[in-house]
């Protein structure tokens, strides 16, 4: 017999699992599983962070690039509820992320006990499932079923709440990992008869037309998408989350969508003839109004979560599939093709975009600096293949109109929910996910401020993070939107900053400002060549606005150049 | 076009599974108007009967959205033609008035029948659909209902296929 503690077996479960990164913040409700984890140090590395939701984030951060599972610990009541916008964050981007909380006794159960809350319930709608386990012996099949849907199927975030006496409480400890659910079926049967429909639109179209997002990547496709795209021709653009999926220099890749997106991409969208959808579920701020979304196209629709198939689109053929098997199958049927004409459509588009925009911001004839060029300047020094991670705003919408990505699984943001704050802590932990890449955090000054308690993360844990800070003194994209709607009414979207370069100092990070174009690539050169974390501020234009730009409501094809 | 939509669910039997479900049409701002919930001929499942009156758009996309739950083994829509339904109603009333007024004819004209009679009360059960209990309800009133109480509605599809043969394709 193998009798051990219930917070024993939660390590021996997560060693089971092969987890060897653990963030986290102890608390009296999780003591048993933080005395336990004391055994574990040598298997397993705990990184202390400052504030719950800075774990979550840095578990959504190393589950990204690393493509496991990413784990967090945190006690119950406030320890608890501050993993909230972080679940929110990974569900609504379908990050692969368990979280285990400590919860008070079972017997004081919704009696308002000292830091007891109701997490099952405030948790429900941003998780993909919850549990609350009260009895020792049930804490290897939690934790066996929570790993595997996490990361089966559509991924998402998995809660475990573990009352005290759980953990207290003696197990005959026995794991095995869980393979299949009765109710569940992570991985579709995809319908052969689709795919040939599929197939016969694209091969009779004149301007078929591919967009994928994040599903490509988190079903691990990239190399059977630029088969399928190099055999059919077809011109590809992506998503937020889907950058990269496809190398942002490819041929046949004509840009970024939505409401910040390129020119030709959107508003081709309305010229296409079949239209074929991989891995993207159609939010709003790609497809603006939908009641002018791509009308005069055939829809394709693959996605491995059926609930996304005619939810906001409605598809001609919807394929519920996993990307990687349709991408196979749909290349095995494909005629070969080069759409030249249409692909020459989007180059001419992009001609204009680039007259209009793309020149003078990464060529400013501005005093000031630009972000755009800070952007395009870390591109080329980095080769498009360091993991950028970003913040939510204008840098962020900047740093993916102009950051070259190439790389694998190198493209961090909150996309779905926006989250303000997720940079910073999901930077370290994409640093811990692929420690052999650099990691570059862009975040704005309003942004940075929301999780800068992460720096003592850095100092403690010592993770090399390169935090790059453009500084506007502004909410920026706030203040864009309230000049172009609100009739320039900047309504507390001035913000006085801190002196970020003290404050990293005072973190022992090394850091650096500049104000100046001149000292722009010296600057960057020391940043990206350190050896350890640096943080990076570079004061830019302060009314400063991103284009080009679909209004909300407006249709892609009326996106503004200026 | 706006209708009444009965939605059956099949699910694990697992603390939660119904607030995972409520929180679907909460979300959507959607109006549940009756529930039930029970045991169903497979042991271990559980079976909801949920009515709502919305489109068929909407409809689909919330039932789409319960189904990807972890916890729920197969949901299905149907409109009030393609069901076979019923409520459960039961009446309270003084049984002096009862005995003295008559009132046996109208509870046998409504096929209802008397649970139970006491010295003080005595309590009328009637199935059938909502305008029938609205009806005995109506007739009865006049002896003065003490108490009256209606369930939510039961459903069982006319096309659907057993429980089992779903089980056994997954
Ligand atoms: C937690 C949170 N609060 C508020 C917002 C709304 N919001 C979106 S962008 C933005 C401004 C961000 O400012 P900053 O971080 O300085 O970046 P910039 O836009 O200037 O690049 C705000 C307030 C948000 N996305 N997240």
Known sequence: MNTIRGAEAVMKSLVAE???????????????????????????????????????????????????????????????????????????????????????????????????????????????????????????????????????????????????????????????????????????????????????????????????????????????????????GIPVASTLLGLG???????????????????????LTNECDVLLAIGMRFDDRVTGDVNRYAKQAKVIHIDIDAAELNKIIPATVAIHADAKDALSALTQQIEENSHGKWLQQFKELRQVEEQEVIQEAVHPTSEALKMAEVVQLLSDKTNGDAIVVTDVGQHQMIASRYYEYKGYRNNITSGGLGTMGFALPAAIGAKLGNPSKTVVAIIGDGGFQMTIQELGTILQAKVDVKILILNNNFLGMVRQWQQLFFDRRDSFTEIVNPDFVQIAKGYAIEATKITEREALSGALDAFLNSKEAYLLEVVVEQEDNVFPMIETGASVADIRLN | MVQVYNISIFTENHIGILNRITIIFTRRHMNIESITASESELKGIYRYTIVVKTTESQVKKVVGQIERQVDVLKAFYHDDSQVVYQEIALYKIPTDTFMNGGSETIVRAHSARILSMEVGFTIIEKTGQPEELQKLFDELEPFGVLEFVRSGRVAISKPMKTLESYLAEM
């Open chain 1, 245 to 267: 999926a496809l190398p942002v220099d490819h041929p046949q890749y004509v840009g970024y969508l939505g409401m910040h997106g390129n020119y030709a991409p959107n508003i």
């Open chain 1, 18 to 232: 092969k987890v060897d990164t653990i963030f986290g913040y102890p608390g009296g409700a999780i003591m048993p599983i933080y005395d336990a984890l004391y055994d574990f140090k040598d298997e397993v590395r705990h990184i202390l962070v400052r504030h719950e939701q800075g774990a979550i984030h840095a578990a959504q951060g190393f589950a990204r690039t690393s493509g496991k599972v990413g784990v967090c610990f945190a006690t119950s009541g406030p320890g608890a509820t501050n993993l909230i916008t972080g679940l929110a964050d990974a569900m609504i981007d379908s990050t692969p992320v368990v979280c285990i909380t400590g919860q008070v006794a079972s017997h004081l159960l919704g009696t308002d006990a000292f830091q007891e809350t109701d997490v099952i319930g405030i948790s429900m709608p941003v998780t993909k499932w919850n549990i609350q386990v009260t009895r020792a012996e049930d804490i290897a099949d939690a934790i066996a079923k929570a790993f595997y849907i996490a990361a089966s199927g559509r991924p998402g975030p998995v809660l475990i709440d573990i009352t005290k006496d759980a953990q207290f409480g003696m197990v005959d400890f026995q794991y095995t990992p869980c393979q299949s659910i009765r109710s569940y079926r992570p991985h579709p049967v995809m319908n052969d008869t689709q795919i040939q429909e599929a197939v016969a639109l694209l091969n009779s179209a004149q301007k078929p037309y591919l967009l994928v997002g994040q599903g490509i990547v988190l079903a691990e496709a990239q190399a059977e998408l630029k088969a399928f795209v190099e055999k059919s």
